[in-house]
């Protein structure tokens, strides 16, 4: 997204009729502007790399292979565009695999309108969009268990401080950037540094390994 401009959004679904609400949804919103409704097919990949989108709304009820696939040529065709994935029902595994293949968001049928701009926008700022209620699905279905990783962190000996415990606790309740130096009165940057220094310690390289892993020691 070009600064001042709108937010270029694609939509990805087998259904019109949902590509049409969706799109009279986001059309609400002025800072956002739909560039293209497309349905699954071996077109998809080449439309959205033309299309360059700042966000895809990717329906992850398509034979899951496909979805992942595509997620995967998003990623590596077009490296600046963040996936949302839009899901009827909630399959833990296929949702774990997208969000691991590159996703960088993820929501129900449950979601309401606000939860999908509040989505959009959170991703488009490099944080991660998972619903609350996913994350103790996530830890049991140990999607990103990494034995190796887990017993160099161990044995690393480097400890977070209190500060940064403090921000992961907050990063772990679903709480964005923004909203962690707000109520930390620190500025975003120092937020994000906070987090740098706290993916290093931890040896993850994601966001939402960094909430797992407080939530696996009653950091949230």
Known sequence: ?????????????????????????????????IVGELAHGPRTIDAISELKPDVVLLDLSAPEKDGIDLIREIKVRTPATKVVLL?????????????KAGAQGYLSRHAGASDLIKAIRTVLQGELWVERKLI???????????????????SSGEELTGREREILRLLAS??????IGQAL????????????????????????KAILYAIQRGLS
């Open 1 to 33: 997204m070009r600064p001042g401009g709108s937010i270029r959004s694609v939509i990805v679904h087998d259904h019109k009729l949902v590509r049409e609400g969706l799109r009279l949804i986001l059309s609400r919103d002025e800072s956002i502007e």
């Open 87 to 99: 899901t009827a029902a909630l399959d833990e595994a296929a949702t774990l695999r997208a969000l």
């Open 136 to 154: 103790p699905r996530l830890l049991e279905a140990e999607a990103f268990s990494d034995p190796k990783a887990e017993s160099a962190r161990e």
């Open 174 to 179: 679903g709480s964005t950037n923004k909203e």
């Open 185 to 208: 009165s620190i500025s975003e940057k120092t937020v994000k540094n906070h987090l740098n220094s706290i993916f290093k310690k931890l040896q993850v390289t994601r966001r939402l």
